[in-house]
């Protein structure tokens, strides 16, 4: 794809034509040289300061669904997922107290493999339905086996034992009969 990319520019600059109708060039420039690796740009990226916390909780819901379709791996640094999770933070930062927003933020950087921020967001929040006593045992097991790998194992104990009370997994399991 990037091997396309470059030679699209390529073709672009060494277009050596003399047409006197620019506007012909230029859109067909602007259509070769679109980045070939992101195609699911979103065509509104509204400022989610700009917006209102609901208004903001809408959009993060319409870009996830989005990137869904358009990524077969969620990461934050995909586009869809970041302006997602960009409004979800807007609308858990503007009503701080609104637990649907709270949750899906959680969600969302769990999604996007984001742990810690997944780890910290579930930690803020009471009385987990099952679902998310899941996803926030998962964040907690990343954390404990990262911590592991460096070789810090009190780190790991504490995202074991935190994972553990929210959910018991295998993985949580597996890296508890590692620990000392």
Do not use: C
Not at 42 to 71: C, G, I, L, R, W
Not at 153 to 176: C, F, H, N, P
């Amino acid at each position: 794809m990037l091997t396309a990319f470059a030679l699209a520019g390529l073709a672009a600059a060494q277009d050596t034509s003399t047409t006197t109708d620019t506007t012909q060039t230029t859109d067909t420039t602007t259509q070769d040289t679109a980045p070939a690796t992101d195609m699911a740009a979103p065509a509104d990226m509204s400022m989610p300061a700009t917006m209102s916390a609901s208004d903001n909780y809408a959009k993060a819901q319409e870009f996830a669904v989005q990137a869904d379709v358009a990524y077969p791996v969620p990461f934050y640094d995909r586009t869809l997922w970041k302006a997602s999770v960009d409004h979800a933070y807007y609308a858990a930062a503007m009503e701080q107290g609104n637990r649907d927003y709270n949750a899906y933020l959680a969600q969302l950087y769990t999604k996007t493999q984001w742990w810690i921020n997944a780890y910290n967001a579930w930690s803020k929040l009471t009385d987990l339905n099952d679902t998310e006593k899941q996803w926030a045992s998962l964040s907690a097991a990343k954390l404990a086996y990262l911590a592991l790998q460096r070789g810090d194992t009190e780190t790991a104990r504490m995202y074991v034992d935190k994972g553990m009370a929210w959910a018991d997994s295998a993985s949580l399991q597996a890296i508890m009969k590692r620990l000392p």
